[in-house]
């Protein structure tokens, strides 16, 4: 795992990420947030026309299937889904694989080494559980939500003898946000080895 993987997600004040399969504050929608998110992970490093390099998004079969049908496969992405029951891709992704090593070895098979740029996990709880105990340089992109909702499906505690919170990061608002009522702000930690 000598890849910086990037982690992103957005967690309410107990931590929690999920309920019943979906965002804990469903059905609101945090519309400016998932731009942000769709910015965050879509955007490769390199630009230019010739460019052909794309980002990967790597995540959980439940992850993968919260996502509404027509948003699958997440645009402009690679998309990894990981399971250890499923024999093939579900409809819409680009690869399967059975654990973490796997899907970052992928990353090294040439075809995909040549148009991969950044590695972004996108969820859920256990594959945010094993990155951040993983011993790879890592960045966790949090967005805390400041109003609590019920939750079920938890991140795991972001260490501060891991990490350390950035006082600034390109194109990562410092400011409040609030849309719909419910406040947030966007933080990034960086794995202190890095
Ligand atoms: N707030 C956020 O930013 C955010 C982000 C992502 C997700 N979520 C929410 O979180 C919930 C889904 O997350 P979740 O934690 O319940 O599930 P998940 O991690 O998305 O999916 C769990 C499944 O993924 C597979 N899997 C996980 N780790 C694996 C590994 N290391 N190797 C191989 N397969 C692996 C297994 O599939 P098989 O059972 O098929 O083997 C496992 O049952 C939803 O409510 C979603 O809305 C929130």
């Known amino acids: 795992m000598s890849r910086l ?19 804990p504050w469903h059905p609101k929608r945090l519309s400016d947030e998932m731009k942000y998110f769709q910015k965050m ?12 390099m794309q980002n990967v998004v790597i995540m959980g079969r439940k992850t993968w299937f919260s996502i509404p049908a027509q948003n699958r496969p997440l645009k ?16 819409g992704a680009h690869y399967l694989a059975s654990d973490l090593r796997s899907a970052l070895s992928l ?25 951040m105990e993983s011993p ?25 003898e891991k990490f350390r919170l950035l006082s600034e990061f390109p194109d990562v608002p410092k400011a409040m946000q609030e849309e719909d009522g419910i406040q947030y702000k966007y933080e990034v930690y960086e794995s202190v080895e890095i």
């Not at 993987?5 to 965002?23: S, T, Y």
């Open 5 to 23: 993987l990037n982690c992103i997600v957005a967690v309410c004040p107990d931590m929690g990420i999920g309920n019943n399969g979906n965002l």
């Open 41 to 52: 992970t879509m955007t490769p490093t390199v630009e230019g026309i010739k460019n052909r």
């Open 107 to 131: 990353l090294d098979n040439a075809e995909i080494a040549a148009r991969a740029d950044q590695v972004w996990v996108i969820g859920g709880s256990s594959v945010y559980k094993e990155v």
């Open 136 to 160: 790879s340089r890592q960045r966790l992109f949090v967005t805390r939500i400041l109003q609590q909702f019920d939750c079920d499906t938890f991140l795991p505690r972001i260490s501060p």
């Open 76 to 91: 402009d992405r690679i998309n990894i889904v990981l399971s250890r029951q499923m024999k093939e891709p579900p409809a």
